[in-house]
T-cell receptor
Framework: DQQVKQNSPSLSVQEGRISILNCDYT??????FLWYKKYPAEGPTFLIS?????DKNEDGRFTVFLNKSAKHLSLHIVPSQPGDSAVYFC?????????????FGQGTILTVHP | DGGITQSPKYLFRKEGQNVTLSCEQN?????MYWYRQDPGQGLRLIYY???????QKGDIAEGYSVSREKKESFPLTVTSAQKNPTAFYLC?????????????FGNGTRLTVT
């Protein structure tokens, strides 16, 4: 039972344009959501997060939107740069659980073309 | 430089042998985690520990064992009972004194069992 789903395995975008990565979840107990970026043969690095009490969080070129009623979150990258090319994972945590006990999506491979 | 060190980066073993993956952190984090990544899948939690000498099973603990004798160290043993041990293993830690502190990952160990 996949509680966090990233339905697009890959996304290709032109440099300077917007990249939108999507994530859906099914567990109503999730109250904190994170996005991680991962390069091959390296560990994921934290990008941005959002608590369920918010619907938007912004950090530089990265913005995460949360739609609780639809159980959907998205990561917007504007403008996209070639260095953004990586695998992006969304992750969720249920309230009352260990801080690092995350449920991850399958990942979306983002390719930004110069 | 604070961080998480996983060694070795690549590990090869014969089927039927136990193997131990090392994870050391100098971030002074109380909580440590082991995740496993398989191709096309998200990360899945194997074991975690929130305090020295205590640990809990994650979602896929069967065939694995851990110890937490020191705050800085959380080694993972992949036993011969693990049916599909070939995978990319990631160690992580987090600061549980800070709510919503993100998970910090090491660079992983790729284990190949033949």
């Amino acid at each position: 039972d996949q509680q966090v789903k990233q339905n697009s395995p890959s996304l290709s975008v032109q440099e300077g344009r917007i990249s939108i990565l999507n994530c859906d979840y099914t567990n109503s107990m999730f109250d904190y959501f994170l996005w991680y970026k991962k390069y091959p043969a390296e560990g994921p690095t934290f990008l941005i997060s959002i608590s369920s009490i918010k619907d938007k969080n912004e950090d530089g070129r990265f913005t995460v939107f949360l739609n609780k009623s639809a159980k959907h979150l998205s990561l917007h990258i504007v403008p996209s740069q070639p260095g953004d090319s990586a695998v992006y994972f969304c992750a969720a945590r249920a309230g009352g659980t260990s801080y690092g006990k995350l449920t991850f999506g399958q990942g979306t491979i983002l390719t930004v073309h110069p | 430089d604070g961080g998480i060190t996983q060694s070795p980066k690549y590990l090869f073993r014969k089927e039927g042998q136990n193997v131990t993956l090392s994870c050391e952190q100098n971030l002074n984090h109380d909580a440590m985690y082991w995740y496993r990544q398989d191709p096309g899948q998200g990360l899945r939690l194997i074991y975690y520990s929130q305090i020295v000498n205590d640990f809990q099973k994650g979602d896929i603990a069967e065939g694995y064992s851990v110890s937490r004798e020191k705050k800085e160290s959380f080694p993972l043993t992949v036993t011969s009972a693990q049916k599909n041990p070939t995978a990319f293993y990631l160690c992580a830690s987090t600061d549980i004194s800070s709510y919503n502190s993100p998970l910090h990952f090491g660079n992983g160990t790729r284990l190949t069992v033949t």
